[in-house]
């Protein structure tokens, strides 16, 4: 086991590296970098450039500025170097987990995704839960029923609700609840009202669950299908097993033989998955969900920073992504062996 974790983490080391590596590179050569935005503001030529991009001409933002002023620019967001000085550096800086400054909000990336967390982790907290607390019994019950009118109805509803987009469903329910049309029930936008502040604390508690509703609704209800079915499918695998009908000859009930015998092996799936799913509920962030209630969190971060060519807020998130990729992987492989023994990471172990 140690030597698997030991081998595991070197390993990230090259391709921790080979990531940020691929994704400087194609940075170097991505037209309208952060240079050139400041060159066309200054030279007047943001408005044209967008015209000549949709005419299919080449980009000339340098023209109409001298080099003395273009130098200065450059040096102004660190381009005055080499690509290879200014890569190494930056991996040296990551390796302490100082990711620099924005280019467009002038304020270190590390505070900026700090600020944008609450939003996403709101997000990915209720969903997370909501659905691992739903979709686990509601498997177990479809698992057991299989077949049964119960079973048809409820995977004909989360199969429905699967194929409905979330932005889709988040637009219908602000104009349904949102004040629209309709009813005016639950809040457009934001995590709090503006007078949070002054709220006492069950009023802050229940003005942002009051504010997370539609927005948990409509990330949650694409999540349903996949877990439900996943769940029924690894259980009704397990019912169908030998040592279940030896138990039931045995005489144990059918609560016995599901929770005591059925329960740990159908879960392992379930449970082996769990930090990725964790992980990525709290830090993916949802770019339409936030942008159609207003939510400023990562995914909105994160798109607005590629289309803006923040490279100090792309790559920073990158970095600190993938570590953490990187490292759920890793306990997820663990956590297979810690739920059954019976797995081995390597024969050698397998001989001990």
Same mark, same amino acid.
């Given at each position: 086991?140690?030597?698997?974790i030991l081998?595991?983490l070197l390993?990230?080391?090259?391709?921790l590296?080979?990531?940020?590596?691929?994704?400087f590179?194609?940075?170097?050569?991505?037209p309208?970098g952060?240079?050139e935005?400041l060159?066309?503001?200054?030279?007047?030529?943001d408005?044209v450039?967008e015209a000549?991009?949709?005419?299919g001409k080449l980009?000339?933002?340098?023209e109409?500025?001298?080099?003395?002023r273009?130098?200065?620019i450059?040096?102004?967001?660190?381009?005055?170097?080499?690509a290879t000085?200014?890569?190494?550096?930056m991996?040296?800086?990551?390796l302490?987990?100082?990711?620099?400054?924005?280019?467009?909000h002038h304020?270190?990336v590390?505070e900026?995704?700090?600020?944008k967390?609450p939003?996403?982790?709101s997000?990915?907290?209720?969903?997370?839960?909501?659905?691992?607390l739903?979709?686990?019994?509601?498997?177990i019950?479809?698992?057991?029923?299989?077949?049964?009118?119960?079973?048809?109805?409820?995977?004909?509803i989360?199969?429905i609700?699967?194929?409905?987009p979330g @932005?889709?469903l988040?637009? /219908?329910l602000?104009?349904?609840? +949102?004040?629209?049309?309709f009813?005016? =029930? $639950?809040? %457009?936008? &934001?995590?709090?009202s503006?007078?949070?502040?002054?709220l006492s604390?069950?009023?802050?508690v229940?003005?942002?669950?009051?504010h997370?509703?539609l927005?948990?609704?409509?990330?949650?209800i694409?999540?349903?299908?996949?877990?439900t079915?996943?769940?029924k499918n690894?259980f009704l695998?397990?019912i169908?097993?030998n040592?279940?009908?030896?138990?039931k000859?045995?005489?144990l009930?059918?609560?016995?033989?599901?929770?005591?015998?059925?329960?740990?092996?159908?879960?392992?799936?379930?449970?082996t998955? @769990?930090?990725a799913?964790? /992980?990525?509920?709290f830090f993916? +962030?949802?770019?339409l969900?936030?942008? =159609? $209630?207003? %939510?400023d &969190?990562?995914?909105?971060?994160?798109?607005?920073?590629?289309?803006?060519?923040?490279?100090?807020?792309v790559?920073?998130?990158?970095?600190?992504?993938?570590l953490?990729?990187?490292?759920t992987?890793?306990?997820t492989?663990?956590?297979?062996?810690?739920?059954?023994?019976?797995i081995?990471?390597?024969?050698?172990?397998?001989?001990?």
């Open positions: 086991m140690l030597y698997y081998k595991r390993l990230m080391i090259p391709t590296f080979g990531v940020m590596l691929i994704t590179v194609i940075t170097q050569f991505v309208g952060p240079v935005q060159v066309a503001q200054l030279t007047g030529q408005q450039t000549g991009s949709a005419t980009y000339r933002g340098a109409g500025i001298d080099k003395e273009l130098d200065e450059k040096a102004l967001y660190g381009f005055d170097k080499p000085e200014r890569f190494i550096t991996m040296k800086n990551y302490t987990f100082d990711f620099g400054e924005s280019y467009h304020q270190s590390t900026l995704i700090v600020d967390l939003v996403s982790i997000l990915g907290m209720w969903t997370f839960f909501i659905t691992y739903t979709c686990i019994p509601l498997g019950a479809k698992a057991v029923r299989d077949g049964s009118r119960f079973d048809i109805i409820s995977s004909t989360v199969l609700g699967f194929a409905i @932005f889709v988040g637009i /219908l602000l104009v349904l609840f +949102g004040g629209g049309s009813f005016d =029930i $639950f809040p %457009l936008k &934001g995590l709090t503006d007078n949070w502040e002054q604390l069950f009023g802050k229940t003005d942002y669950l009051w997370m509703v927005p948990i609704i409509s990330s949650v694409g999540s349903f299908a996949v877990m079915m996943l769940t690894s695998e397990e169908r097993k040592y279940v009908i030896t138990a000859a045995k005489g009930s059918h609560n016995k033989i599901l929770y005591k015998h059925i329960f740990r092996n159908a879960l392992i799936p379930l449970i998955g @769990f930090p799913s964790f /992980l990525a509920a993916a +962030g949802s770019l969900i936030e942008t =159609i $209630f207003s %939510l &969190g990562l995914g909105l971060l994160s798109y607005e920073s590629i289309v803006r060519r923040d490279y100090p807020v790559l920073g998130s990158l970095y600190l992504f993938t953490l990729g990187l490292l992987k890793l306990v492989d663990i956590s297979y062996v810690l739920i059954d023994p019976r081995k990471f390597s024969s050698a172990e397998g001989h001990s």
